[in-house]
């Protein structure tokens, strides 16, 4: 299945990120071949095609269009009343496993439903040629990316000749998770409930939150941290700050790989960032498929040398790049090739709608207090013309739209790992005076988006327990729309 997963700030943090959804299509694509093999599911096929979407749903004079991707699966329909599963995706390109494989897909079979996946506006092949200039990308948001799910849902209708006895249920991880109850939140006529795993609802412009959640997930001795654990890297950020601070950039630079010595500020704030992303990364990806667990050595050293050998093993960048001017150039390039992993997008989302910069400017953060908001945000204005100080006005229109972390959604699950950074952003008490009311899950030991996909040999028996309760409620949300359509 697609990993959907939230973009972070630093550029190791990313290629991280790049190698667990690496992992999980290979996983995906193991899963359906061995299936096959063993004859207990055939290969489906999966169609993959293109509607023409509205540029601007909010403008009735604007008439202009861009092509959304969208993939359907059709073979465990049973036609003609079967409930559909709607698949969101979110910052990045969608795959054929978004409806191959996972447990949403696992559950479709069980209760014979159409598979369908729709690709996020501007991510993957959900752009026009100009789409990445920075004037064209006022049209990306995340109302907008509801407003395209609306049209879908009735194309979908439309082409399978569906009505109300067709219960939709919407499906999605991190951000694209956020996007699936805000959908039931503004549009509740267009599904019936809304699994939102890993789901960030609270737009947070300053999230230092996130690496407090690093800190005590690194002294979790059940996931193999400890309090000697933080120390240490408590410890060594503060080495190496003290080095470059004393002018041996030089050595810093050769201890880490650099690629060149981190001679100015900006470049120094992007080593720290990078060697900080090792660690956020660590935490995030916990036993999902990143290049290190917590439970492995903590020397700062060591672990940039894993990430250094990955990539020197995969024929990526031989050395680490540290240089802010590169940064710039990364997030300023409108190239729709180069760009097909959704970097300069997301940043931009940050910029206009959610903000989560991971900060460490306060005592509980374990590593640099060179991360600085200031430092952060210095992009919207470098690479978007986005003034700094419009971003809490951004931030604040999120929250007062969805309604943060308290939305106005019913029968939403939203499914957390108490280890995810992310976790904190989303909902994790239940509205009891709720008569259809939202339910929370919350995991223990897990990371994040980790309930999405299929059960796994080495599972922890929480991860396993939440599938179950999610299974019961897509179950228990089913018959209660059957039941409505006799009474």
């Known amino acids: 299945m697609s990993y959907h997963i939230l973009y972070f700030i630093g550029r190791v943090l990313r290629k991280i990120k790049e190698r667990v959804r690496k992992i999980q299509y290979e996983k995906a694509k193991m899963n359906v071949l061995m299936s096959a093999v063993n004859g207990h599911k055939p290969i489906c096929e999966v169609r993959d095609g293109k509607i023409h979407q509205p540029l601007d749903h909010f403008d009735s004079q604007n008439d202009e269009t861009f092509p959304q991707r969208f993939l359907v699966n059709e073979a ?8 559909v599963f709607l698949f969101i995706g979110g910052e990045g390109p969608i795959s054929e496993f978004d409806v191959l494989a996972g447990h949403h897909v696992d559950m479709a079979e069980e209760h014979r439903a159409l598979l369908v996946a729709l690709e996020h506006r501007f991510y993957g092949e959900s752009i026009n040629k100009d789409g990445l200039e920075t004037e064209n990308l006022g049209d990306l948001s995340s109302q907008q990316a509801l407003a395209d799910i609306a049209e879908f849902h009735q194309y979908i209708s439309d082409r ?45 412009l300053d999230y230092s939150a996130f690496n407090k959640v690093v800190g005590l997930s690194l002294a979790d001795e059940d996931v193999g941290g400890s309090d000697k654990c933080v120390g240490d890297i408590w410890e060594a950020f503060a080495a190496v700050e003290a080095a470059l601070f004393a002018g041996n950039a030089t050595e810093v630079g050769k201890d880490f790989g650099c690629c060149e010595t981190p001679e100015d500020l900006e470049d120094q704030i992007e080593l720290m960032q990078s060697l900080a992303d090792i660690v956020m990364g660590t935490v995030a990806y916990n036993e999902e498929g990143g290049i290190l667990t917590i439970e492995d050595d903590n020397s700062l050293i060591n672990q940039q040398r894993a990430v250094l050998n990955y990539n020197r093993a995969t024929g990526k960048e031989p050395c680490l790049d540290a240089s802010h001017k590169q940064t710039i150039k990364d997030l300023s390039d409108t190239n729709l090739d180069s760009a097909y992993n959704g970097e300069r997008q997301w940043y931009y989302q940050t910029c206009t709608e959610f903000g989560f910069y991971q900060t460490c400017e306060d005592a509980s953060c374990p590593f640099s207090r060179m991360l600085t908001l200031q430092a952060q945000t210095d992009l919207c204005p470098e690479v978007f013309n986005i003034p700094q100080h419009s971003l809490p006005g951004h931030i604040a229109f999120t929250n007062k739209y969805y309604g943060g ?12 790992g108490d280890i995810d950074p992310w976790h904190e952003l989303s909902v994790l008490e239940e509205d009891l005076d709720k008569e259809d009311k939202d339910m929370t899950i919350l995991i223990e030991g897990t990371a994040h988006c980790a309930d999405m996909n299929p059960d796994g ?13 999610i299974e019961r409620k897509v179950a228990k949300w089913l018959k209660e729309a059957a039941w409505k359509l006799v009474g």
């Open 76 to 83: 465990y329909w049973e036609r003609p009343h079967g409930p």
């Open 160 to 204: 399978f000749d569906l009505s109300d006895k067709n219960t939709w249920i919407s499906f999605g991880g991190s951000y694209a998770g956020a996007l699936s109850a805000w959908l039931r939140g503004k549009f509740p006529h267009l599904v019936y409930g809304a699994v939102a795993s890993s789901a960030p609802v609270k737009a947070k």
């Open 405 to 416: 972390d308290h939305p106005d959604t019913d029968r939403v699950l939203y499914v957390n």
């Open 457 to 469: 040999v080495a599972d922890r028996p929480a991860l396993k327990q939440a599938r179950k309760a």
